[in-house]
């Protein structure tokens, strides 16, 4: 779980410096398409244009398909935390697979990202868990806890400048 954290603590890194500097490529497009923007079709089209660039790059060719795998698995799985039911035809039009190599390529992602789904292979679907908290309720859990820290400094600093320290 600590290194999922440290992984997405690096993606927002990387966000916060993509959207403060003005160098564009389709790489970077990639990301802020997929990131920030949550435009599936653009990151699609994104990354077709990062294959070719990756192809043209002498230092970076080797990591053509590994680059590849994991924008697919990137895509899939944001996808996947967003929808509660996806169509695995659909999917497989997205990432360019045939139905069966898609309905493969979702177990392992399901595996892969630790996400709690199902597959529907009866009537074609993947059924997301519908056990997380909403966004609200973290919230509200973030903010008493915010209550409380600030209420123990407080009585802290109340007790220093009684005792004079």
Same mark, same amino acid.
């Given at each position: 779980?600590?290194? +999922?954290?440290?992984?997405?603590?690096?993606?927002?890194?990387? /966000?916060?410096?993509?959207? #403060?500097?003005?160098?564009?490529?389709?790489?970077?497009?990639?990301?802020e398409?997929?990131?920030v923007?949550?435009?599936? %079709?653009?990151?699609?089209?994104? @990354?077709?244009?990062c !294959?070719?660039?990756? &192809?043209? %790059?002498?230092?970076?060719?080797?990591?053509l398909?590994?680059?590849? &795998?994991?924008?697919?698995?990137? /895509?899939?799985?944001?996808?996947c935390?967003?929808? #509660?039911?996806i &169509? /695995?035809?659909? @999917?497989?039009?997205?990432?360019?697979?045939?139905p069966? &190599?898609?309905?493969?390529?979702?177990?392992n992602? +399901?595996?892969l990202?630790?996400?709690?789904a =199902?597959?529907d292979? !009866?009537n074609?679907?993947?059924?997301?868990?519908?056990?997380?908290?909403?966004v609200y #309720?973290k919230l509200?859990?973030?903010?008493?806890?915010?209550h @409380? =820290?600030a209420?123990?400094?407080c #009585?802290?600093?109340? !007790?220093? @400048?009684?005792?004079? /320290?």
């Amino acid at each position: 779980s600590s290194g +999922i954290n440290a992984e997405y603590g690096g993606i927002k890194e990387l /966000i916060k410096v993509l959207q #403060q500097e003005s160098y564009k490529d389709p790489i970077t497009e990639f990301v802020e398409s997929l990131y920030v923007n949550f435009n599936f %079709d653009e990151a699609q089209a994104k @990354l077709k244009e990062c !294959k070719t660039v990756i &192809e043209n %790059d002498f230092f970076i060719v080797g990591c053509l398909d590994e680059f590849t &795998e994991n924008a697919r698995l990137i /895509i899939s799985e944001i996808f996947c935390r967003i929808h #509660q039911r996806i &169509e /695995i035809d659909m @999917l497989a039009d997205n990432l360019n697979m045939e139905p069966a &190599e898609a309905e493969k390529w979702v177990v392992n992602m +399901i595996r892969l990202a630790h996400l709690d789904a =199902k597959i529907d292979s !009866k009537n074609g679907y993947v059924v997301m868990g519908g056990t997380s908290v909403p966004v609200y #309720q973290k919230l509200i859990d973030k903010t008493k806890d915010l209550h @409380l =820290k600030a209420n123990s400094c407080c #009585q802290k600093i109340d !007790k220093k @400048l009684t005792l004079g /320290i």
